[in-house]
């Protein structure tokens, strides 16, 4: 039992730092120990410690689930809960995510789950959602298939392809960083309801505003998207804000007049 649970702790430790592109010596300085010590956790010939498991998930910037599993390999019990999201103990913070949607009227922000599952909008959240087809809006809410899909907003996106592959690229990166099949999957649904692209060799890859057609005329909208870095729950740690903002005066304008006429204002 011994021996399998060290040469699994062995195979991830080897696992992440390969996929941070970090060097055993790198890495034990940062963790605070000898590179030699830190070879004979990856040859399993040396069992970590609970402390030694913990400093080497933070130094690897590994999240809060995946240095679960690491302690687990390793031999030890979880360190971070998960909870609910209706317990106790996350109430204050939902309720503060809530006034920051508030907050940040007139203009649209969500609270995503992971892989995209809607958990709170603001009232300006419509201007992403006129058009969509009802099969999208229903509970549980995907965002990013409702963003891209063929039904959903993506017939209002006048800069699809560079937009598109903005927003899968993005998780692509995720991905990079943390393997996972399911969010493998769900980018290459993504990746097919985007019309194909190339990009040329002047493309520059950078971040491109989303340019919506609108009743009222153009709308373009930048993004900024949010984690709790300092969160030690779980389901907290994961969750994303994604706040939009006006990237022009013809669309603020356009944004705040929405707002008024929601209040019944003017």
């Known amino acids: 039992m011994t021996t399998a649970i060290e040469s699994g702790f062995a195979r ?47 130094s690897l910037d590994l999240s809060l689930r995946e240095r679960n599993g690491l302690l687990l390999a390793a031999g030890y019990a979880p360190v971070f809960p998960e909870s609910d999201l209706d317990t106790a103990e996350l109430a204050p913070a939902l ?21 995209g599952i ?33 039904q959903g907003l993506a017939t209002r996106v006048l ?36 019309p194909r692209t190339d990009p040329g060799p002047d493309h520059l890859g950078f971040a491109v505003p989303l340019r919506l057609r609108g009743d009222e005329g153009e709308l373009r909208l930048i993004t900024t998207i ?14 994303q804000l994604e706040a939009f903002l006006p990237a022009d005066e013809q669309t603020a304008r356009v944004l705040r007049e929405r707002a008024a006429l929601r209040s019944g204002v003017g």
């Open 226 to 239: 949010s984690s709790f870095a300092t969160a030690v729950d779980i389901t907290l740690a994961e969750l």
């Open 159 to 194: 800069n699809l392809p560079e937009w598109g592959r903005h927003v899968t690229e993005a998780l692509r990166g995720r991905v990079a960083r943390s393997p996972d099949p399911t969010l493998d999957e769900l980018i290459a649904e993504l990746e097919g309801y985007l």
């Open 95 to 115: 309720e503060a995510l809530t006034a920051i949607l508030d907050g940040h009227l007139p203009y649209p922000a969500l609270i995503a789950r992971p892989y």
């Open 12 to 58: 991830q430790l080897k696992h992440w730092r390969t996929l941070r592109r970090v060097s055993q010596l790198d890495l034990a300085t940062r963790a605070d120990t000898t590179q030699r010590h830190l070879s004979f956790l990856e040859q399993g010939r040396s069992r970590p410690g609970r402390t030694m498991v913990v400093r080497l998930a933070e």
């Open 118 to 150: 809607l958990l709170a909008a603001n009232a300006a959240f419509d201007v992403l959602t006129e058009g969509a087809a009802p099969w999208l809006l229903e509970p549980p809410v995907n965002v990013l298939r409702l963003a891209l899909h063929p």
